[in-house]
């Protein structure tokens, strides 16, 4: 079951349980979702959603990081008045071993490829 939100700043993320494949590969299949990911995995924290210099609307943005929070990709936690985004690397690896990297490989080689 989801974690409930506990005040309008406490958001809703899935337990490790209830992460599913489908919704992670979902969660990875756009380019722009696939790209804040990128981003968090190059670095050891946490980024702000001002961080990211997406080429898209703010409420697109939005949508993308709530995707990725309700897949159990990331983790956001407001620190102060900032948004902070951290990949959930660990619960990800313990539920499909090698399926991040191996993704992140690839999406960092077809950057090379085409330009992006």
Same mark, same amino acid.
């Given at each position: 079951?989801? +974690?409930?939100?506990?005040? +309008? !700043?406490?958001?809703?993320?899935?337990? !490790?349980?209830?992460? !599913?494949?489908?919704?992670?590969?979902? @969660?990875?299949?756009?380019?722009?979702?696939?790209?804040?990911?990128?981003?968090? @995995?190059?670095? +050891?924290?946490?980024?702000?959603?001002?961080?990211?210099?997406?080429?898209?609307?703010?409420?697109?943005?939005?949508?993308?990081? !709530?995707?990725?929070?309700?897949?159990?990709?990331?983790?956001?936690?407001?620190?102060?008045? @900032?948004?902070?985004?951290?990949?959930?690397?660990?619960?990800?690896?313990?539920?499909?071993?090698?399926?991040?990297?191996?993704?992140?490989?690839?999406?960092?080689?077809? @950057?090379?490829?085409?330009?992006?």
């Amino acid at each position: 079951m989801t +974690s409930p939100a506990v005040s +309008s !700043r406490d958001l809703p993320h899935p337990v !490790r349980d209830e992460i !599913r494949l489908e919704g992670v590969l979902h @969660a990875l299949s756009d380019p722009m979702r696939l790209r804040i990911v990128r981003e968090l @995995a190059s670095v +050891s924290g946490e980024l702000s959603c001002s961080d990211f210099e997406l080429p898209v609307t703010k409420s697109t943005t939005t949508h993308h990081f !709530r995707v990725l929070r309700e897949s159990g990709v990331i983790r956001q936690v407001y620190r102060g008045t @900032a948004k902070m985004n951290g990949l959930r690397r660990e619960d990800l690896d313990e539920l499909f071993p090698g399926l991040l990297d191996v993704l992140l490989d690839a999406a960092g080689r077809q @950057a090379v490829r085409v330009g992006g």
